[in-house]
T-cell receptor
Framework: GEDVEQSLFLSVREGDSSVINCTYT??????LYWYKQEPGAGLQLLTY?????DMKQDQRLTVLLNKKDKHLSLRIADTQTGDSAIYFC???????????FGIGTKLQVIP | DADVTQTPRNRITKTGKRIMLECSQT?????MYWYRQDPGLGLRLIYY???????NKGEISDGYSVSRQAQAKFSLSLESAIPNQTALYFC?????????????FGPGTRLTVL
């Protein structure tokens, strides 16, 4: 079945860049997503990338996709304390299918 | 107003009790999902429904049941709660546009089973 893996924890200093990594197993993944969960809240979509793209940039966020290695990363430039949250990687194959989530990476930003 | 609401937001109950968690949405989406979140285990799918007449088991459906009362309502029941069902429960909705499947989450229900 589908599997999405990510590390549990990342700690960075305010102003530095954060890189959160994810690997997935489903070669039919069509869209890959990054969700953000702030304390006490549900998940919210942060950004996504279509599988025929290698990179997507959106302000401070850069998503890199290596489809050959099934590796996805999220880079947050100039990390702020407000970026402290849990970040979930997720993938969905094409067609009438559900989304598979990773376990989430907790990002701690040290002032 | 929130697009996906969950009630209650917090619940403490005892082993063996029947519990219902409710989810309502105003997004007009056909698809609804129930997940539970546990530390170190992430988000796991309990049940999902792609329309009012469609109910499917997720990866951890044992001990749970669901009812899709209307397009806007999807409830999760624990017939006889046990302590390892203590978790944070999320309802989500989506409207698939081609292969794109963004999910919209409610605020969660924190359930404690003593």
């Amino acid at each position: 079945g589908e599997d999405v893996e990510q590390s549990l924890f990342l700690s960075v200093r305010e102003g530095d860049s954060s890189v959160i990594n994810c690997t997935y197993t489903d070669s039919s993944s069509t869209y890959l997503y990054w969700y953000k969960q702030e304390p006490g809240a549900g998940l919210q979509l942060l950004t996504y990338i279509f599988s025929n793209m290698d990179m997507k940039q959106d302000q401070r966020l850069t998503v890199l996709l290596n489809k050959k290695d099934k590796h996805l990363s999220l880079r947050i430039a100039d990390t702020q304390t407000g970026d402290s949250a849990i970040y979930f990687c997720a993938e969905s194959p094409g067609g009438y299918q559900k989304v598979t989530f990773g376990i989430g990476t907790k990002l701690q930003v040290i002032p | 107003d929130a697009d996906v609401t969950q009630t209650p937001r917090n619940r403490i109950t005892k082993t063996g009790k029947r519990i219902m968690l409710e989810c309502s949405q105003t997004k007009g989406h056909d698809r609804m999902y129930w997940y539970r979140q546990d530390p170190g285990l992430g988000l796991r799918l309990i049940y999902y429904s792609f329309d009012v007449k469609d109910i499917n088991k997720g990866e951890i459906s044992d001990g749970y049941s669901v009812s899709r009362q209307a397009q806007a309502k999807f409830s999760l029941s624990l017939e006889s709660a046990i302590p390892n069902q203590t978790a944070l429960y999320f309802c989500a909705t989506s409207e698939q546009q081609g292969a794109y499947n963004e999910q919209f989450f409610g605020p969660g229900t924190r359930l404690t089973v003593l």
